[in-house]
């Protein structure tokens, strides 16, 4: 009996001591569009822990070893941003990794993470996206800020198919996930505003399937950060030290309450 009860206490221990292959990691990164030259606060978070990891929560902090952060700026330039990152947290696993950044050309940057690790037997590959758009001022945002967002060939990710200017609640806007480079289909995405619960097994209102191209559309009701993902697991891609590979991509919009360009979404 006490062996057993041993047991369980082990299992137990191991069980809340490391992030399931399920946990979500995601960058935000505060408003749609943000001043030229000013600065901007990117954050790394890890959660979606919670509801079948469908919320937006933080359950920890990331470790940063098999993690990459960095930004792309309008002209394709890549910055490095892990070098700099500052520890939010007072203890190791609380808070969140933070750093800034300075929009010094006008258009649309994208920050993107990506991770690559081992949780027991399950190699577990992420990655996440988020944007802002910089501009000369908040009420209009001019034709340099409506760059095409293309796919950065990352294992499953989500790829937004909707003029980030276009954004807004009420009004539609498409994603589309890839795995490798190729349209998923039958992929379930879960559309998470920030402070909502979403039922329990499927809820109509925050998820959608994907079509046969990987396409998935969705209208947010009000303006907030959104957070999308979906998860895809390879139960036959196995190598040394793991025996299937758990791959999950996130996407964080900052959903405006109107428009800065609500021409664009007419004509898409």
């Keep these: 009996m006490k062996l057993n009860i041993l047991g369980i206490?082990?299992?137990?221990l191991v069980a809340v001591s490391s992030p399931a292959e399920a946990h979500d990691t995601w960058v935000q990164s505060g408003a749609l569009v943000t001043r030229h030259q000013d600065v901007v606060h990117v954050d790394l978070m890890l959660g979606n822990h919670g509801n079948n990891?469908?919320?937006f929560k933080i359950a920890s902090k990331i470790t940063l070893a098999p993690c990459t952060l960095l930004a792309i700026e309008p002209n394709g330039n890549r910055i490095d941003l892990k070098p700099r990152?500052?520890?939010?947290?007072?203890a190791e696993k609380e808070g969140y990794w933070t750093t800034k950044l300075i929009a010094e050309q006008k258009g649309t940057y994208q920050v993107?993470?990506?991770?690559?690790?081992?949780?027991?037997k399950t190699r577990a590959i992420k990655?996440?996206?988020t944007f802002f758009i910089s501009a000369n001022c908040f009420t209009a945002v001019g034709?340099?800020?409506?760059?095409?967002?293309t796919p950065i060939n990352k294992d499953l990710e989500l790829v937004l198919?909707?003029?980030?200017?276009a954004l807004s609640a009420?009004?539609?806007?498409?994603?589309?996930?890839?795995?490798?480079?190729?349209?998923?289909?039958?992929?379930?995405?879960?559309?998470?505003?920030?402070?909502?619960?979403l039922a329990e097994d499927r809820d109509p209102l925050f998820e959608r399937t994907s079509d046969s191209e990987g396409f998935v559309s969705y209208t947010p009701t009000e303006g907030n950060l959104l957070l999308a993902v979906v998860h895809h697991l390879a139960p036959t891609e196995s190598g040394e030290g793991f025996d299937k590979t758990s791959y999950g991509a996130t996407m964080v919009l900052p959903i405006p309450q109107m428009a800065f360009r609500p021409d664009l979404a007419v004509r898409r």
């Excluded at 993107?112 to 027991?120: A, N, Q």
């Excluded at 034709?143 to 967002?149: K, P, Y």
């Excluded at 539609?172 to 490798?180: I, S």
């Design 9 to 12: 206490y082990l299992f137990f």
């Design 53 to 55: 990891h469908r919320d």
């Design 85 to 90: 990152i500052v520890d939010n947290g007072s």
């Design 161 to 165: 198919h909707t003029p980030l200017a």
């Design 112 to 120: 993107v993470h990506t991770l690559d690790t081992l949780h027991g």
């Design 127 to 129: 990655t996440a996206k």
């Design 170 to 197: 009420n009004q539609p806007f498409r994603l589309q996930v890839l795995w490798n480079g190729k349209p998923l289909g039958k992929a379930s995405v879960a559309f998470i505003p920030r402070g909502a619960k």
């Design 143 to 149: 034709g340099d800020d409506e760059q095409v967002l």
